[in-house]
């Protein structure tokens, strides 16, 4: 019995996909970049799945309703593939967002929510405009209008890609060329399910565009900390500056300032390599505690800084709580004397209180210094060097 090539092309597609997701999702920084490129690698897993039931033969009623629900499903929200690469898209951009980034939203968002009532109608009354099943038959033949819905839709991956070039200023330069390729991979594919098909090709090239963002600018990010895989200082102020100028009083944030304690003592006793992995082991602490949804950054040296959609003061003390105690954990296991604590400062964003970034800051870094300054009197007390 042969395996149908549609088969074949839609498990290594699958398979792909799954291992970009776990690629990805592996990665400690969270920035918006990887939150956005999950997103879109999850809605194309979810199309590719529908597809392969609208595909299979399953004999019997159920296998017939098993098909049509998964061509219906394909059919009707495959759009949405459009709007998840305009939201990737816009991660890679800085700055305020603008008229040109409202009308093309706006556009987007009206052709997914307009193909889903045509479709929805169509199928409901029977209409056949894009796609019909004949009798029993398990398998579905072209509608009246599949060819021009195939069509807008390769128009809309050009639209992308004039979204892109309108807004290449606000993209690093190191990654314009290949943001802007992204949607004219997925265009071609199009092309070919549109006038060749018998295949999910616009599913497997939107995956072989992921794949291409993947080695070229997911892996490659120049936001990322070299040594323990969170954002670095300028990864984490695009982050700022994006939750500042997108603030709403109703999704409160809070930012923390936590420094590792008595830094250079760790390095002239136990060597760099220990330091190195004080560091790597507080970084795990943070994204343990504070999750991938915080924007997690080493700011610099033995400072780390985190951006956290925090309810109230007291949800963000009990995070501070629980990496002391994780701390404290690490502390008890170790045969050595060396020491993981840390000191730490937060304060929730108000565009009201502070006038700017810098004050903001400024105010978190006073408040961080005020406990360092306790615990390093505290261990002088004892009689040990606080030097770091």
């Known amino acids: 019995m042969s395996v149908p090539s549609w088969l074949v092309l839609n498990t290594y597609v699958a398979i792909l996909s799954i291992v970009l997701l776990g690629m990805t999702l592996s990665k400690k920084s969270g920035t918006r970049q990887d939150s956005s490129f999950v997103f879109m690698l999850s ?5 590719l799945i529908a597809d392969s039931f609208s595909k299979a033969y399953v004999p019997g009623d159920f296998g017939l309703m098993l098909s049509k629900a998964g061509t219906y ?37 009206g052709y997914v929510c307009l193909n889903f009532v045509l479709v929805t109608v169509s199928t ?16 579905h033949t072209r509608g009246s209008l599949f060819v021009l819905r195939g069509l807008i839709n390769m128009i809309f991956c050009a639209v992308i890609s004039l979204y892109i070039f309108l807004r290449r200023r606000k993209i690093r330069t190191q990654y314009t060329l290949v943001v802007i390729m992204f949607p004219m991979i997925i265009l071609l594919s199009g092309f070919l399910q549109v006038f060749v098909g018998g295949a999910s090709y616009e599913y497997a090239g939107s995956v072989l565009a992921c794949l291409l963002l993947f080695v070229k600018v997911q892996a490659h990010n120049v936001d990322d900390d070299y040594l323990t895989g969170l954002l670095n200082r300028r990864g984490f ?7 500042s100028s997108h603030y709403r009083r109703e999704h409160p944030f809070a930012v923390y300032f936590v420094d590792l304690d008595f830094f250079k003592v760790i390095n002239d006793k136990y060597g760099h390599l220990a330091g190195d992995e004080a560091l790597i082991t507080l970084s795990e602490f943070l994204v343990d505690v504070f999750g991938r949804e915080a924007r997690i950054g080493r700011y610099g040296g033995d400072e780390f800084i985190v951006l ?28 050595s004397d060396l020491q993981l604590c840390f000191s ?4 929730f964003y108000d565009p009201d209180t502070y006038p700017g970034v810098d004050p903001f800051f400024r105010h978190i870094d006073d408040l961080m210094y005020q406990e360092k300054k306790s615990h390093h009197a505290l261990r002088n007390s004892s009689g040990v060097s606080s030097a770091g």
């Open 124 to 139: 409901a009354l029977d209409l056949r405009w894009f796609y019909c099943f004949a009798g029993a038959s398990h398998t």
């Open 344 to 347: 730490s400062g937060f304060a």
């Open 308 to 335: 956290a959609f925090e309810k109230d003061t007291q949800q963000a003390e009990r995070k501070l709580n629980e990496l002391k105690r994780r701390c404290d954990e690490f502390n008890q296991r170790q045969t």
């Open 43 to 47: 809605v194309i897993l979810i199309l």
């Open 237 to 243: 102020m695009r982050e700022m500056e994006y939750q």
């Open 73 to 109: 499903f394909i059919f009707a929200f495959d759009p949405v593939g459009y709007l998840a690469a305009l939201i990737y898209i816009d991660s890679w951009t800085s700055g305020k967002k603008d008229h040109v980034e409202s009308v093309f939203y706006g556009i987007v968002i």
